[in-house]
Nanobody, 124 residues
């Protein structure tokens, strides 16, 4: 099975940018659809973006459309989430997830494998 490790989180001012990485090991990431999720304190985990195999269909939550971009580099076994124009409401722990299923999207239960998360804080 695949293991996932996120990195790239941190503290950024409103309007700033961050790029999160999701490094996979144990199995080729090319076999998995990937998703990014986030969870703020006291809130449920929500889907941010997802991408299928071989740059397949991409989904974004309405709240991040036009600001976030998901991508993958299967040669590096790594997925990415580029985030621009960050807002305080984007503050959360961000998780990457993977599934071999052809049915994937922004629902956490669709994914089988999860990273440990990386904290993103947007504050002045």
């Amino acid at each position: 099975q695949v293991q996932l490790v996120e990195s790239g989180g941190g503290l950024v001012q409103p309007g700033g940018s961050l790029r999160l990485s999701c490094a996979a090991s144990g199995h080729s990431l090319s076999l998995y659809a990937i998703g990014w999720f986030r969870q703020a304190p006291g809130k449920e985990r929500e889907g941010v973006s997802s991408m299928g195999l071989s740059d397949g269909p991409i989904h974004y939550a309405d709240s991040v459309k036009g600001r976030f971009t998901i991508s993958r580099d299967d040669a590096k076994n790594t997925g990415y989430l580029q985030m621009h124009n960050l807002k305080p409401e984007d503050t959360a722990i961000y998780y990457c997830a993977a599934t071999t299923s052809w049915i994937y999207g922004l629902v956490p239960s669709q994914y089988d494998y999860w990273g440990q998360g990386t904290q993103v804080t947007v504050s002045s």
